[in-house]
């Protein structure tokens, strides 16, 4: 799996991490392929998932913390995707 130190993905909005620890991701990678997906998280309630973002955002890369109320509203944007992201829909 790639590092989430120094990940673009991590490092830049919010909503982009917000959407795959809810959803999952799939496909390339900075130039690379992984084996399998990256599994969504949505069954998790909006507190563990803005404590997850938070800590790797925060703690392991110095950016900007995410609250349980900005998890709520993606989850709500969000709310009828069953598929996981691909790098593509994440940033169109």
Known sequence: APSLIGSPRVTGHRDITTKILLNGLTGRLDG?????????MKHQD???IAG???YIRKHL???TPVGAWQVTNVRNKIKDREEYWTLKELYN
């Not at 690379?32 to 969504?40: D, F, P, Q, T």
């Open 32 to 40: 690379k392929e992984y084996a399998g997906v990256m599994v969504g």
């Open 46 to 48: 909006d507190e563990w």
């Open 52 to 54: 997850v973002l938070t």
């Open 61 to 63: 890369n110095n950016a």
